[in-house]
């Protein structure tokens, strides 16, 4: 809830916006629908769960359904607008959805504090694409973050078939390369990749809560209350 | 600069408010000055390093200089409103604002995700205190968190020689008890302590960048003006 809360409040200062919220779960989250309610923020709520076969992997392809699945949702919806996979826990700079809002095929832009390189961007020299930085390059035609990029519905309608590969660390690879664009061909957003507008930050997770709420002498108290919350967020 | 950023956004949905952002630095952060002109939200900008012989300490208290450089500024210039202690990384429910705006002396409400307990907040038994849940309790008279607690202006021009201590561990407690406010004299916001409007989120530190953006085949492209940023940001 608080990264959802901390990220809606982003949202809330961004005009013209649609807000679809993915869910990697069965069964509607009240908590997530009254607050999103609450927000005002013209939005979708949509359960798109990882198909069980994908659970049963080592290394899961994390948040592929629930991109696809609001993929869906605009090729059935929207005739216009821009496309954005925002992560709650990334930190975007209202100024970000400025410069995306004009993108005409696939804009690209650099993402801060990703990976050891603490940096994800095209290179440009002299304005123009020269290449890739990237913590891992890999096997990728786009090594590029699944924040550092953002797709014109437009342009999606005609790429009928491009979508999210369920292979984890080829996501953004394999979307990219489905949506049949050269690097040469993408808009180089934020003054041609020099600033800075969203940062892979990443909230660290507590340890298990001790729980000592539980105890009986907070009976008939106001911690019976909270604790219904903490188990939400825990 | 995103943590900055994020909470900066929170803020501009919130009328009515001056934002004192202390820094502890001897000499001003123009990143974070040009942000705050950008942001367009009322603000002061304080330098307030820690002073020499704190630094010296194993266990640092932190943040008591940037506080109390805030309450001097606040004596100095406010008549009324609220004082909030807000830290960057925590996370605030624009509701929050609300809620403490109408603090006569000094409230209370509960804070999600502190330490192994995931709480901290007053405990109250049919709408009366009846004493403190909280990670750490010690010694203390107060033991709640520095997000947990707001003080009116008025109250606190009446108590002149209220202030923080630097004290590891028992900033919060020293404080309120240098305003001299018995625990029965508090009042509960958020709905008598039944809801969570601020967390105690903290932000995944990076380990230290690999710097292979320093190598010289990114001469004469837009790495070398994104490395400046990430200088700042690391």
């Known amino acids: 809830m608080p990264e959802l809360i901390r990220f809606a409040q982003t949202l809330m200062n961004v005009p013209n916006i649609h807000w679809i919220v993915a869910d990697d779960a069965n069964t509607t989250n009240y908590d997530v629908v009254d607050y999103l309610t609450y927000s005002s923020i013209p939005h979708t709520y949509l359960l798109t769960p990882m198909p069980e076969k994908y659970k049963q992997l080592s290394i899961k392809p994390k948040g592929v359904a629930n991109r696809n699945g609001g993929l869906m949702w605009v090729r059935e919806h929207a005739t216009s607008g821009v496309v954005y996979f925002a992560d709650d826990d990334n930190t975007y700079d209202i100024r970000l959805f400025q410069e995306i809002r004009y993108t005409e ?20 020299k002299n304005g123009k694409f020269h290449g890739w930085y990237d913590g891992w390059i890999a096997k990728r035609k786009f090594p590029v973050d699944m924040a550092g990029f953002a797709v014109s519905v437009q342009y999606l309608l005609k790429m009928q078939n491009a979508e999210m590969p369920y292979k984890a660390g080829y996501e953004e690879d394999g979307f990219l390369r489905s949506l049949k664009i050269e690097p040469e061909e993408i808009e180089f957003k934020a ?30 108290t106001n911690l019976r209350i909270l604790e219904k919350k903490m188990m939400i967020e825990s």
């Open 105 to 124: 095929r696939v804009s690209m832009f650099p993402v801060g504090l990703v990976t050891k390189a603490g940096l994800s961007s095209p290179v440009l």
């Open 191 to 220: 003054d041609k990749c020099t600033k800075i507008y969203v940062w892979h930050t990443q909230t660290k997770k507590n340890g298990p809560s001790q729980r000592t709420i539980l105890q009986s002498k907070y009976n008939g």
